[in-house]
């Protein structure tokens, strides 16, 4: 059965470090590019950040930048996200998903699979 499961979602204070990660089973997750979205209550999933099956190429939302960073460790079947400097309007429920055809893009709906999501909440 295929499936993608986030981890790493916690309580952490404005300005620590969080380390998302994204598992799967049933599926070779680097065969895919992979893609991480965050949904805050009341709005819409939107964009963090997307990596390609090497690793080679990435795309990071631009008013992340510099501070959120994606990885992956094919020999482990895992992607990370590396999240620092977290505000608290970075609470949100962070999803992992996976994309069947080869370019690294930005839009949901061009993401085939998805996990349940793994929550942060930034605050004091």
């Known amino acids: 059965q295929l499936q993608i499961v986030e981890s790493g979602g916690d309580l952490v204070q404005p300005g620590g470090s969080l380390r998302l990660s994204c598992a799967a089973s049933?599926?070779?997750?680097?065969?895919?590019?992979v893609g991480w979205f965050r949904q805050a209550p009341g709005k819409e999933r939107e964009f963090v950040a997307a990596?390609?099956?090497?690793?080679?190429?990435?795309r990071h939302a631009e008013l992340l930048k510099g501070r959120v960073t994606i990885s992956r460790d094919n020999a482990k079947n895992t992607v990370y996200l590396q999240m620092n400097s977290l505000k608290t309007e970075d609470t949100a429920v962070y999803y992992c998903?996976?994309?069947?055809?080869?370019?690294?893009?930005?839009?949901?709906?061009?993401?085939?699979?998805w996990g349940q999501g793994t929550r942060v909440t930034v605050s004091s």
């Open positions: 998903a996976a994309r069947s055809s080869a370019m690294v893009i930005t839009a949901t709906l061009g993401y085939d699979y």
């Open positions: 049933g599926l070779i997750l680097d065969y895919y590019p």
């Open positions: 990596i390609d099956r090497s690793g080679g190429k990435t």
